[in-house]
């Protein structure tokens, strides 16, 4: 749905929760409103609520991102890959002479997959070969980084988390490029151009969303919910 079907279908849906005082005179007992910038705002909570259940499993399927087609394709629009040339490194201080850093994209949520591209003649035939990069702790890297079956190798390279959305590959020979594929976060879904000063996320233009139309209903029907639980104190139950 577009955003003026998912302002319309928000207010259907808050008045269903209206009480009337005399229901054949319309005469309300409990009035509920939200404006476009509310609606906006817990919309766009909702559906980063259910990108996290949708990846992590926790979901009324009970499965995590790839584990069915039907969870890949609900997910796959925020689906991005990112190829950082040797010219992208950024300078850090690492726990290995070899380490190398990158900055990650401003719009990444989880990262899936990642790999590098070994560029480095002593490798010989493995030169230019391509080997999956390992995530790993800090207390398991300092079990791990002198270990030739599952340290750092002409197979594979180890990734650590420097902060300030830094990370850092630790890799026994010279990386060429580095390639990761994440989930992106959603942008807003914002209703109307916002007055200025008022913004949703930093977004103040409309915006619609991008998620699978298959989820609009469930963003808006859990957006809802928790507009509702916010003003719950106004809301009297019989």
């Known amino acids: 749905m577009n955003t003026q079907e998912f302002s319309n279908s928000f207010d259907t849906l808050v008045n269903s929760y209206a009480r009337f005082k005399d229901f054949d005179k319309r005469e309300l007992l409990d009035s509920i409103e939200f404006d476009e910038y509310e609606k906006s705002l817990w919309l766009t909570r909702a559906q980063e609520s259910l990108v996290i259940a949708l990846y992590n499993g926790r979901n009324v399927l009970g499965e995590s991102f790839e584990s069915t087609e039907e969870l890949r394709r609900y997910l796959d629009p925020l ?54 990069v390992r995530p790993v702790t800090h207390d398991e890297y300092e079990r791990v980084k002198n270990n030739p079956f599952v340290g750092p190798s002409k197979r594979r390279a180890l990734r650590l988390d420097a902060g300030d959305g830094v990370l850092e590959i630790v890799s026994k020979y010279t990386i060429g490029n580095y390639t990761i594929r994440y989930i992106s976060k959603p942008t807003p879904i914002v209703l109307e151009d916002m007055p200025d000063g008022v913004s949703v996320d930093g977004v103040s233009q409309t915006t619609e969303c991008i998620l699978n139309p298959l989820l609009h209903n469930t963003i808006l029907e859990n957006a809802v919910r928790m507009a509702l639980s916010s003003k719950a104190v106004n809301i009297k139950t019989e």
Request: net charge negative; hydrophobic share 45%.
């Open 79 to 132: 689906v991005k890959t990112k190829v950082y040339l040797t010219s992208e490194q950024i300078a850090g201080t690492g726990v290995s002479a070899m380490s190398k850093f990158y900055q990650i994209p401003e719009d990444l949520a989880f990262i899936v997959m990642e790999q590098v591209a070994l560029n480095d003649a002593s490798l010989g035939c493995y030169n230019g070969t391509t080997v999956l």
